[in-house]
Nanobody
Framework: QVQLVESGGGSVQAGGSLRLSCGRSGIIYSSSCLGWFRQRPGKEREGVAAIATRTGSTYYTASVKGRFTISQDNAKNTLYLQMNSLKPEDTAMYFC??????????????????WGLGTQVTVSS
């Protein structure tokens, strides 16, 4: 059974940093992509960043480029999201996810099969 567990969320002031971690247990067969998503109250889930498991290529939504970095440690089965220069609009619940279908659109959340329960990030001004 595959489990994804996020950690590292919290409350910070604008300009601060947080590093989210996503530990995974179980074997994800044919994983094509690992991603971070976020969801604000009343809003649709939004793709933040993703990494292609085969090539290591990374992808970011425009609003976080240059501030967030996605990475993975395969030895530890852990996915990371380093978030710097945080802004109040980054406040959201953050989720990690794993996709097993062919790569396609990394930000299409409905194409991801496995999800964690999320970790809250709150940025105050």
């Amino acid at each position: 059974q595959v489990q994804l567990v996020e950690s590292g969320g919290g409350s910070v002031q604008a300009g601060g940093s947080l590093r989210l971690s996503c530990g995974r247990s179980g074997i994800i067969y044919s994983s094509s992509c690992l991603g971070w998503f976020r969801q604000r109250p009343g809003k649709e889930r939004e793709g933040v960043a993703a990494i292609a498991t085969r090539t290591g290529s990374t992808y970011y939504t425009a609003s976080v480029k240059g501030r967030f970095t996605i990475s993975q440690d395969n030895a530890k089965n852990t996915l990371y999201l380093q978030m710097n220069s945080l802004k109040p609009e980054d406040t959201a619940m953050y989720f990690c996810a794993a996709k097993t279908t062919p790569f396609g659109d990394w930000s299409a959340h409905l194409t991801y099969k496995y999800w964690g329960l999320g970790t809250q990030v709150t940025v105050s001004s």
